[in-house]
């Protein structure tokens, strides 16, 4: 979730390269199950998270693809109050609108901040009109599958289908007979970036640039390019560019008689630069014809973008690449197999597992060259260099489900990590094709790589990991992952002095990232670390109140900030204390150490009691990361662990629904569909770089895990539930379990 969320209340195998290292045994393994031949892509709705401010879109998109073909209907006055320039909005597409403007290909799923939504192609028929309000369209018939999208244009009754491969879309116009126009809006997007380059290369393409960045209004230094190519499948009769240029105020604009006027270049086989730019391709057709369009992309370059739509889709109808894009997507939802449970539940949890493997996504061109950080400098990578690493949301679950589930990627996010760390001195926190966005709080990234690692996936340099987990825990100077360092050293806390906002919560949020490089420095010999971190991590104890019986700031001298309202924070309200947030939303993510805040606050039953109360009084957000492992809290109450199999089950019920408002809030680069991944199979990872779980019945009667033989040991793992005494036994690759939690290890490994 996302600094700015605040704002959604205020107003209501596998398909590309899986890599280890060079050379390394398991490079390029691609696993395989037994169950391929059944259709799982059936289950899943691209529409589901696409309202509520869910910010999911409908449109094409291959797994872990750079390249996304969305409809766009977020500008415009006819789609008010959702409307990108008159609010906060980070997506293309919302459900509940009606007036499209085109498909963009580049996009973001399921952020709270807006960027990229850029390269936007739209059909029309008639005269050339190149004003997005003039010339979108409501639509029709709109329908969406794994990798596919499509309606109808009303306006011009166009056919419209959408596909993708990992770094090109692929569009298929289907137009009367008449004038007919296709039109590459660069001016219109997402961003809060602005300049773009255009150029007709021929009447089959044409290529170019738009400029992006500032995510979350932040770092606009760091603006970076997308370069595209655009080739059609029929030659255009005419072809041309456009520019509408700023108008001019002064005592100049009065000489210039096309002042802010629409400039239009037929014929133009030159670089157009500009703002509002764009091109056009013009046909007449004599019958009904249609028009095929692929759109290569890349960060790198535009040579690049057109050696990816060479590699990618050259020579391949529209039907090829879609046939291509649902098998790797069914190859990898075939990983889960599940049995038992309504179809919604199948929906549901379907489509939440495609959500996972959207983000993060391929930044490396087909070459396997990638932009370095902040310089843009190219650089090469062997493997996949992944990016959109939204770590404050995902170092909670979805890193563990792909530890689980897609062990081969996971290791390549890690290498990914730490060329990140190569480039830039620094792991990532929140980065984005090759920028620091620096978005949110705490050091997140040790926590993944600790908890990959403990989980045996170590294909990767694990020294070289653990000292750049140690650099952002101990360098007090320019720390660009822990601001406040000093004052968390020496008194253990941040103060409501050393920053204006969040100072428990980020307190928190290094204490989880020292477990888990004490969890590291155990498992690799280093004793002396093990015991210092080990200690730094339980610091958020010295902000315990009695009082309220809930975590409290401190000012400076180490007295409580007063006065003091807990409750202060709902609602994504900022507040001193806590990061979207208030204190009993935040008090129990100490999961590293719950026995020990068990023992603050007095005992089991008063542990209980405070917890019960989070939930009865409402205090509970499913919408945000926080709070969010609260529920399976209960399995460390003897006599009332099943409090947490009900609860989770009314939460999936209330939150998780099969229609476009089933997701609590932003999806957050998948970690809200994570959580219901993890969930509806009946295990959950409370407890970040700690390699167990949370067991409970699961949503289904069996579900199996094909496991990767390259890295564990099992070939699948079943968890299956059966009635008995009137209530869920639950068995573990067939055999009764009685615990509450179970390890990684007894999982994945042979009994």
């Known amino acids: 979730m996302l600094r ?20 390394d045994p398991k490079k390029d393994v691609e696993q395989k ?40 209907n977020v500008a415009g006055p006819q789609n008010l109050p959702l409307e990108k320039d008159s ?71 166009i056919k419209v289908e959408t596909t993708a491969t990992t770094r090109v879309g692929v569009s298929k116009y289907h137009f009367p007979a008449g004038n007919a126009n296709i039109l590459l809006n660069l001016g219109l997007g997402l961003t809060n970036e602005e300049g773009a380059m255009v150029k007709v290369v021929s009447p089959y393409e044409i290529e170019g640039m ?60 030159k670089e157009v630069v500009g703002d509002s730019i764009g091109a056009y391709m013009r046909y007449n057709f004599k019958t009904p014809t249609v028009v095929e369009m692929k759109v290569g992309v890349s960060y790198v370059s535009i040579e690049n973008a057109r050696e990816n739509l060479e590699k990618e889709t050259a020579n391949k109808t529209f039907d090829a690449v879609l046939a291509n894009t649902k098998n790797d997507w069914n190859q990898h939802l075939s990983r889960i197999e599940i049995e038992g449970g309504t179809k919604d539940d199948k929906t549901i949890f379907y489509t939440a597992l495609y959500h996972t493997l959207i983000h993060p996504n391929t930044l490396n061109d087909s070459n396997g060259e990638y932009p370095k950080m902040r310089t843009r400098e190219t650089l ?20 563990q489900l792909m530890s689980l589930v897609y062990p081969e990627q996971q290791s390549n996010m890690i290498k990914s990590m730490l060329q990140i760390y190569d480039e830039s001195g620094w792991l990532p926190k929140w980065e984005l094709n090759a920028t620091e966005t620096t978005t949110m709080v705490g050091d997140p990234a040790g926590i993944i790589i600790a908890d990959t690692y403990l989980k045996g996936i170590t294909d990767f340099n694990i020294e070289k990991a653990y000292e750049a987990m140690k650099k952002s825990a101990t360098q007090i100077e320019n720390n660009a ?12 806390y941040l103060t409501t002095n050393t920053t204006h906002s969040g100072s428990v919560s980020t307190t928190q949020e290094y204490n989880i990232s020292d477990f888990a490089i004490a969890q590291l420095a155990k ?25 309220f019986k809930l975590l409290r700031p401190k000012n400076e001298d180490g007295s409580w900030l007063t006065p003091y309202n807990p409750e202060h924070g709902a609602n994504f309200v900022e507040n001193v204390g806590f990061i979207e947030g208030n204190a009993w939303q935040y008090t129990f993510m100490v999961s590293h150490d719950t026995k020990g805040l068990i023992n603050l606050m007095g005992g089991e039953h008063k542990f209980a009691t405070q917890l019960e109360n989070v939930f009865t009084k409402k205090h509970f957000d499913m919408a945000n990361e926080p709070d969010i492992g609260y529920p399976y809290l209960f399995k460390y109450i003897k006599g009332q662990e099943y409090k947490t199999d009900a609860l989770v089950q009314e939460l999936l019920n209330t939150y998780f629904k099969n229609t476009p408002d089933g997701l609590p809030g932003n999806d957050d680069t998948g970690t809200m569909s994570a959580w219901a991944v993890f969930s509806m199979m009946g295990i959950y990872p409370v407890t970040p770089s700690e390699p167990s779980y949370v067991i409970f019945p699961s949503t289904f009667d069996k579900v199996t895990i094909h496991l990767n033989n390259m890295y564990y040991q099992n070939s699948k793992l079943i968890l299956s539930k059966e009635q008995s005494r009137g209530r869920n036994q639950v068995f573990v690759n067939g055999n009764t379990y009685n615990h509450h939690f179970i390890s990684h290890d007894k999982l994945t490994k042979s009994n």
């Open 4 to 23: 700015f969320k605040l704002l959604k209340n205020l107003i209501l195998v596998l398909f590309i390269t899986l890599t280890a290292c060079k050379n």
């Open 33 to 72: 199950t037994e169950n391929t031949s059944k259709d799982f892509t059936q289950f899943v709705n691209p529409f589901i998270g696409t309202s509520n401010f869910g910010t999911t879109n409908p449109g094409s998109v291959a797994v872990r693809g750079m390249a996304n073909v969305s409809p766009f």
């Open 87 to 157: 609010r906060w909005l980070s997506t293309p597409y919302v459900h509940e609108n009606t007036f499209l403007t085109g498909f963009s290909h580049v996009n973001l799923s399921g952020v709270g901040c807006p960027d990229l939504g850029v390269i936007l192609a739209m059909p029309t028929t008639g005269n050339l009109e190149t004003n997005h309000l003039n010339y979108g369209s409501t639509y029709s018939k709109e329908s969406a599958s794994v990798g596919y999208y499509t309606n109808t244009l009303d306006k011009y009754n």
């Open 210 to 269: 738009r400029s992006v960045g500032s995510f979350c209004y932040y770092k606009p230094e760091e603006a970076y390019p997308i370069y595209f190519v655009a080739r059609f499948s029929k030659p255009a009769d005419t072809f041309g560019v456009w520019k509408t240029p700023r108008s001019y105020d002064g005592v100049e604009g009065k000489w210039m008689g096309y002042n802010g006027k629409n400039r239009l270049k037929e014929n133009y086989t």
């Open 380 to 399: 090469k990578t062997d493997g996949t260099r992944y990016t959109t690493f939204s770590f404050w949301d995902t170092y909670r679950n979805l890193h």
């Open 481 to 492: 992952l822990r601001p406040g360092l000093k004052d968390y050293i020496e008194k253990g």
């Open 523 to 547: 498992a690799l010999g280093k004793q002396e670390d093990y015991k210092l971190f080990s200690k730094r991590a339980l610091s958020y104890r010295k902000l315990y109140n009695d009082e």
